[in-house]
């Protein structure tokens, strides 16, 4: 079946860079995403990529993704407090019934520090 | 754009009564919506897929007669949780398919049910 892991924490000083990994097992999966969590809050879509691309950036974020390691990253620049939150990576795979179903990583805590 | 609102965002009720979640988009139409529950540190578990106009589809192990969901309308999908008990505490979150070619999900806020 298909399966998400993901480093459960990471600490990083406020300005340096943070990058959280993810691996899936699903090759079929069209699209990769990033969602964000704050506490008590819902996940934002922080951003996707699409399974023929190498990288994507937008802003102070870039998605990069070896499809032959079913390796993807997420890599915030000059990291801010505000930036602490939970990531979540996630596939879409396990198409049925014409959608595809998420599936989710477990969470990455990103704890930001002075 | 893509905002989905959820209703309530907090709810305390007694063992044995129905609660209804609603999960609302507000600027899309949305013919799929999803059901989510997540535990206290624990990644999302996808409940059910409503399609508007259809019967929903149930994931394994989730009881389709406890966790009732009606998608009457392009904006609206409704769960009710069914004569809740303590073991159904837990963080509800709904999102909704917006775009069918990049395939993305937008999520509520999440509602915390706690049942006494």
């Known amino acids: 079946g298909e399966d998400v892991e993901q480093s459960l924490f990471l600490s990083v000083r406020e300005g340096d860079s943070s990058v959280i990994n993810c691996t899936y097992t699903?090759?079929?999966?069209?699209?990769l995403y990033w969602y964000k969590q704050e506490p008590g809050a819902g996940l934002q879509l922080l951003t996707y990529?699409?399974?023929?691309?190498d990288m994507k950036q937008d802003q102070r974020l870039t998605v990069l993704l070896n499809k032959k390691d079913k390796h993807l990253s997420l890599r915030i620049a000059d990291t801010q407090t505000g930036d602490s939150a939970i990531y979540f990576c996630?596939?879409?795979?396990?198409?049925?019934?014409?959608?595809?179903?998420?599936?989710f990583g477990a969470g990455t805590r990103l704890a930001v520090h002075p | 754009g893509a905002v989905v609102s959820q209703h309530p965002s907090r709810v305390i009720c007694k063992s044995g009564t129905s609660v209804k979640i609603e999960c609302r988009s507000l600027?899309?139409?949305?013919?799929?919506m999803f059901w989510y529950r997540q535990f206290p540190k624990q990644s999302l578990m996808l409940m059910a897929t409503?399609?508007?106009?259809?019967?929903?589809?149930?994931e394994q192990g989730v009881e389709k007669d406890k966790f009732l969901i009606n998608h009457a309308s392009l904006t609206l999908s409704t769960l009710t949780v069914t004569s809740a008990h303590p073991e159904d505490s837990s963080f509800y979150i709904c999102?909704?398919?917006?775009?069918?070619?990049?395939?993305?999900?937008?999520f509520g806020p999440g509602t915390r049910l706690t049942v006494l």
């Open positions: 990529i699409f399974s023929n691309m």
């Open positions: 409503s399609n508007e106009g259809s019967k929903a589809t149930y």
């Open positions: 996630a596939e879409n795979g396990d198409q049925a019934g014409g959608y595809n179903k998420l599936i």
């Open positions: 999102s909704a398919r917006r775009d069918r070619i990049v395939d993305t999900q937008y």
């Open positions: 699903d090759s079929s999966s069209t699209y």
């Open positions: 600027d899309f139409q949305a013919t799929t």
